[in-house]
T-cell receptor, first 115, second 112 residues
Framework: AQSVAQPEDQVNVAEGNPLTVKCTYSVSGNPYLFWYVQYPNRGLQFLLKYITGDNLVKGSYGFEAEFNKSQTSFHLKKPSALVSDSALYFCAVRDPTGGGNKLTFGTGTQLKVEL | NAGVTQTPKFQVLKTGQSMTLQCAQDMNHEYMSWYRQDPGMGLRLIHYSVGAGITDQGEVPNGYNVSRSTTEDFPLRLLSAAPSQTSVYFC???????????FGPGTRLTVL
C-alpha cells in the first residue's frame, strides 16, 4: 500500500527566508509524486509533480521540489518565502502500477510566513 | 472553461436523509475522483472513475455510491447520512493518471 508522511503540522518562516516543507513516501514501484496547496475555504491547487527525469522539479509560484529516491523524500522548497505563500500544503503519491488515478495524500503542513 | 464545479457549497442533513453531491467538469477529463477532507487526516479517496461507465472504490467508500454516465458528471450519493459523514467533500478531475488533478471548490456537509 502507498503512503505519505508530512512530519510537520506547521512550519513558520520569515518573509524572504528560504522555506522547506518535508514529505516522505512509501510505494512499491516508482512513484508519481505531487504537491498541492490549499488556501482557506478553497479547493486544492496543483503546484508541481515528479514522474521521471530530473530530480529537481520546478512548479508554480516559484516553488520547486527535490526527489530523493534513496531517502524516499520529496521535499517542497522555495528560495525566498512570501507572506502570500501562507497556506496548507499537501504532498501526494500515486503508485503508477495501480489502476486509475488513486492519490494518497499526506495530512498536510500549515505554512505560516511572517513579516 | 468553468473547470470543476460542485454543488451545493453547503448542506445540512439530518441522520438518515439522503442526498447527492454534484460534480461536473468541462475539460473532457477521463479521470474523476471524490475525496473527503477531515481535520488532521488530509484527503481520503472515496470513489474514482477512469471514464464514463467505469467506477471503483477508493480508501473510504462505505456509505457512498457513485455513477459516471457521462464524461462530464460524477455525482456522489449518500443513501442514509450519518454524523460520521460530516466533512468537506472535494471532486477532482485530470486528463490522464500522470497529470495533476484539478479540484472543485468543495461542499461542506454537516450531518446532525
Amino acid at each position: 500500500a502507498q503512503s505519505v508522511a508530512q512530519p510537520e503540522d506547521q512550519v513558520n518562516v520569515a518573509e524572504g527566508n528560504p522555506l522547506t516543507v518535508k514529505c516522505t513516501y512509501s510505494v512499491s514501484g516508482n512513484p508519481y509524486l505531487f504537491w498541492y496547496v490549499q488556501y482557506p475555504n478553497r479547493g486544492l491547487q496543483f503546484l508541481l509533480k515528479y514522474i521521471t527525469g530530473d530530480n529537481l522539479v520546478k512548479g508554480s509560484y516559484g516553488f520547486e521540489a527535490e526527489f530523493n529516491k534513496s531517502q524516499t523524500s520529496f521535499h517542497l522548497k522555495k528560495p525566498s518565502a512570501l507572506v502570500s505563500d501562507s497556506a496548507l500544503y499537501f504532498c501526494a503519491v500515486r503508485d503508477p502500477t495501480g489502476g486509475g488515478n488513486k492519490l494518497t495524500f499526506g495530512t498536510g503542513t500549515q505554512l505560516k510566513v511572517e513579516l | 472553461n468553468a473547470g470543476v464545479t460542485q454543488t451545493p457549497k453547503f448542506q445540512v442533513l439530518k441522520t438518515g436523509q439522503s442526498m447527492t453531491l454534484q460534480c461536473a467538469q468541462d475539460m473532457n477529463h477521463e479521470y474523476m475522483s471524490w475525496y473527503r477532507q477531515d481535520p488532521g487526516m488530509g484527503l481520503r479517496l472515496i470513489h474514482y472513475s477512469v471514464g464514463a461507465g467505469i467506477t471503483d472504490q477508493g480508501e473510504v467508500p462505505n456509505g457512498y455510491n457513485v455513477s459516471r454516465s457521462t464524461t462530464e458528471d460524477f455525482p456522489l450519493r449518500l443513501l442514509s447520512a450519518a454524523p460520521s459523514q460530516t466533512s468537506v467533500y472535494f471532486c477532482a478531475s485530470s486528463l490522464t493518471s500522470g497529470r495533476g488533478q484539478f479540484f472543485g471548490p468543495g461542499t461542506r456537509l454537516t450531518v446532525l
